[in-house]
């Protein structure tokens, strides 16, 4: 198929392959010094296209430029081998299997563009870039950016959808394909792929948080902590808070959690414009707020008489307002069900156990499930040792003590299995993802 930014992107691979450790570092630096140059405007453009609250994107900016300093710092990583065995030298450098198209979300507009476009330069490739539909804009601006650091080179932007955007999948020129997303997409996006190396991070609408039986270290600073990841980016990331589970004992703690949640329910309702910009911000279109609502509608029709409403979901059309759900009298399968809905938006269920036997039902519900598991969990536990144990039949990408499921590090893999993704992301997993071992196996007895 005749086009010209794959030929270009071809071509660029070529000379990407043999950028220096030198050239890369100038390449990051660049970048990291137009994104400082342009942050107002680029927060500006996150607020106003992504709908996030001013905090957000003011992260999401920040995120960016760590994700180029540290680039620029590891500029001369490279993943390689020698082995010397039975008179055979074999040498082992990890190089890139071809250009990579990298298909970005709207919920992360700025911080994974940079993961995949600085992670595909420094693994020796060109990068297509296709942004979010819903974050052209945003994306566009940092394009920019990127190609003036890059002086024309390296770098391509993707506006195509539908069957041209299916032409590019296809092509054989495109030989990874990064992307975040929702599972479906995913997995059309394979289908069209056809025989490729893909690394996906996929949502899972289901991180959750545990509290065990003998944790009591609650304060205001865990309170703050839980509702960053349940209101942060409005909800809906891939690892937003869905589910909290508490013992009867716990209960004046989830008192106090709801209350607050009541509380900003009411601030956000007193001036719904100022609450949009510093609290909580609508979601990224009103299908996705519709169809959150049709979700939550339906757990509760099936799970009627387990579940009963603290905040009720409540929707002013693309908006909607925080709301939690209580779940009583449940088992492992009831924990497994709910937590099989991929929920995008400010709604949480929290879960009551009255005894010993229902927090085994609890962690029971997580067990055995490699398919529909998630990307991190969260426990919050004084007995740590106990920790492998009792995790050990729980396949899930991330396990997190003592810190909410948000916790993210570039040093840190984050990624989850089954429908949660393929592969892992972090600074050196998504460099071994885009690349594979090209080996030179020598005879040395010959030498």
């Given at each position: 198929m005749k086009n010209e930014v794959l030929e270009k992107l071809e071509s660029d691979y070529f000379d990407a392959i043999h950028l220096s450790a030198q050239l890369k570092k100038k390449i990051f630096s660049d970048i990291k010094s137009g994104i400082l140059l342009n942050r107002k405007h680029l927060e500006k453009l996150i607020t106003e296209e992504i709908k996030l609250t001013q905090k957000d994107a003011v992260r999401e900016v920040e995120r960016a430029i760590e994700t180029f300093a540290l680039a620029e710092k590891n500029a001369k990583y490279a993943i390689k081998k020698r082995i010397e065995k039975n008179g055979k030298i074999?040498?082992?450098?990890?190089?890139?299997?071809?250009?990579?198209?990298?298909?970005?979300p709207f919920s992360s507009p700025l911080s994974s563009p940079a993961h995949k476009i600085a992670l595909g330069i420094l693994s020796g490739t060109s990068v297509l870039f296709k942004p979010s539909r819903?974050?052209?804009?945003?994306?566009?601006?940092?394009?920019?950016?990127?190609?003036?650091?890059?002086?024309?080179?390296?770098?391509?932007?993707?506006?195509?959808?539908?069957?041209?955007?299916?032409?590019?999948?296809?092509?054989?020129?495109?030989?990874?394909?990064?992307?975040?997303?929702?599972?479906?997409?995913?997995?059309?996006?394979?289908?069209?792929?056809?025989?490729?190396?893909?690394?996906?991070?996929?949502?899972?609408?289901?991180?959750?948080?545990?509290?065990?039986?003998?944790?009591?270290?609650?304060?205001?600073?865990?309170?703050?902590?839980?509702?960053?990841?349940?209101?942060?980016?409005?909800?809906?990331?891939?690892?937003?808070?869905?589910?909290?589970?508490?013992?009867?004992?716990?209960?004046?703690?989830?008192?106090?959690?709801?209350?607050?949640?009541?509380?900003?329910?009411?601030?956000?309702?007193?001036?719904?414009?100022?609450?949009?910009?510093?609290?909580?911000?609508?979601?990224?279109?009103?299908?996705?707020?519709?169809?959150?609502?049709?979700?939550?509608?339906?757990?509760?029709?099936?799970?009627?008489?387990?579940?009963?409403?603290?905040?009720?979901?409540?929707r002013k059309e693309d908006f909607i307002y925080p709301s939690a759900y209580k779940v009583v009298n449940f088992d492992r399968n009831l924990v497994k069900n709910i937590l099989s809905y991929d929920l995008s938006g400010p709604v949480l269920f929290f879960y009551v156990y009255k005894n010993l036997a229902e927090y085994q039902e609890v962690i029971k519900g997580f067990e055995r499930d490699y398919i529909r598991s998630g990307i991190q969990l969260s426990f919050f536990t004084n007995k740590i040792s106990e920790i492998p144990n009792l995790v050990k039949n729980i396949v899930w990408g991330g396990i997190v003590v003592n810190e909410i499921p948000t916790l993210r590090d570039e040093f840190m893999s984050f990624g989850g299995f089954g429908r949660a993704g393929i592969g892992k992301e972090g600074f050196f997993e998504t460099v071994q993802a885009y690349t594979d071992p090209k080996i030179i196996a020598y005879n040395a007895k010959t030498q």
């Open positions: 074999i040498t082992e450098q990890n190089t890139a299997r071809g250009p990579l198209l990298a298909i970005t819903h974050a052209k804009l945003t994306g566009n601006a940092f394009f920019k950016i990127v190609r003036k650091a890059t002086k024309g080179k390296y770098v391509y932007f993707c506006d195509k959808s539908g069957k041209k955007l299916d032409d590019i999948l296809s092509d054989e020129r495109i030989g990874i394909i990064s992307f975040t997303g929702s599972y479906e997409i995913g997995e059309r996006i394979i289908k069209k792929g056809g025989v490729k190396k893909y690394h996906m991070e996929l949502s899972g609408g289901n991180s959750s948080v545990i509290f065990t039986p003998d944790y009591q270290n609650f304060s205001s600073e865990l309170v703050d902590k839980l509702f960053n990841g349940i209101l942060a980016k409005n909800g809906q990331r891939c690892v937003s808070i869905k589910h909290i589970f508490v013992s009867k004992e716990q209960t004046k703690f989830l008192e106090t959690f709801l209350s607050r949640l009541d509380y900003i329910k009411q601030e956000i309702e007193s001036d719904l414009e100022n609450g949009k910009k510093k609290i909580l911000g609508p979601m990224i279109t009103q299908s996705s707020a519709l169809l959150l609502e049709k979700k939550v509608g339906n757990i509760l029709r099936k799970y009627n008489r387990k579940i009963t409403p603290f905040i009720k979901i409540e």
